[in-house]
């Protein structure tokens, strides 16, 4: 059974940092694609980064969050380093992953979801 479980949310200024963990299972672990999306109330869901689980592991990010986060993994666990947070990042994140290790920006390419991780930036 595939399982996804976020954790390390919380509440930060703005400019602050912030370390978002997703630990994953059930994976055929050379073969698939991590990443995250987030959701802030009343807004759709929004792709933030993702990470393939094959070679190198590429990475492709969101426009409005490069240059401040960072997504990687380690063995069956995924990190997102988030700094410079602002605002508008306020949402709640949610680890999500696929087959193959193609890398999309559209939440509906992602197969399996776990439960979300809530972030808050006060200004």
């Known amino acids: 059974e595939v399982q996804l479980q976020a954790s390390g949310g919380g509440l930060v200024q703005a400019g602050g940092s912030l370390r978002l963990s997703c630990a994953a299972s059930g994976f055929t672990f050379d073969n698939i694609a991590i990443g995250w999306v987030r959701q802030a109330p009343g807004k759709e869901r929004e792709f933030v980064a993702a990470?393939?689980?094959?070679?190198?592991?590429s990475t492709y990010y969101a426009d409005s969050v490069t240059g401040r986060f960072i997504i990687s993994r380690s063995n069956q666990q995924m990190f997102l380093q988030m700094s410079g947070l602002e605002p508008e990042d306020t949402a709640t994140y949610f680890c999500?992953?696929?087959?193959?290790?193609?890398?999309?920006?559209?939440?509906?390419?992602?197969?399996?979801w776990g439960q979300g991780t809530l972030v808050t930036v006060s200004s």
């Open positions: 990470i393939s689980w094959s070679g190198s592991g």
């Open positions: 999500a992953g696929k087959r193959g290790p193609a890398l999309y920006s559209d939440p509906g390419r992602y197969e399996y």
